[in-house]
């Protein structure tokens, strides 16, 4: 069973920077959408952004665009978010997410069908 591990949350100060990864436990190739989620107590979990198998075609939420970037590297078979100007309102449980493709297309976004999940970092900002 695949498997991603997240790494790299933690406590910042708003206007701080954060990257969060998100390893998987196998080969993914180019054929896997990938997504970052947040999720805070009691709030529906949100899409923040998601890329391509290949590492084309970044979407992100408007609540982050500008701030965040998402990116990959399938040698090392890790999804990244870079994460900058963070808010208060950024604090959340964030989760990587991996669903396989025809050719690692994420066509709509946020994806509602995700196979593979992690078990989520923790961010928190304080203003």
């Known amino acids: 069973q695949l498997q991603l591990v997240e790494s790299g949350g933690g406590s910042v100060q708003s206007g701080g920077s954060l990257t969060l990864s998100c390893t998987a436990s196998?080969?993914?190739?180019?054929?896997?959408?990938m997504g970052w989620f947040r999720q805070t107590a009691g709030e529906k979990r949100e899409g923040v952004a998601q890329?391509?198998?290949?590492?084309?075609?970044?979407r992100y939420a408007d609540s982050v665009r500008g701030r965040f970037t998402i990116s990959r590297d399938n040698a090392k078979r890790t999804l990244y978010l870079q994460m900058n100007t963070l808010k208060a309102e950024d604090t959340a449980m964030y989760y990587c997410?991996?669903?396989?493709?025809?050719?690692?297309?994420?066509?709509?976004?946020?994806?509602?069908?995700?196979?593979?999940w992690g078990q989520g970092t923790q961010v928190t900002v304080s203003s």
């Open positions: 196998e080969d993914i190739g180019s054929n896997a959408c």
């Open positions: 997410a991996l669903v396989f493709t025809i050719n690692g297309y994420c066509l709509r976004f946020p994806r509602d069908d995700f196979k593979y």
């Open positions: 890329i391509n198998g290949g590492g084309e075609n970044p």
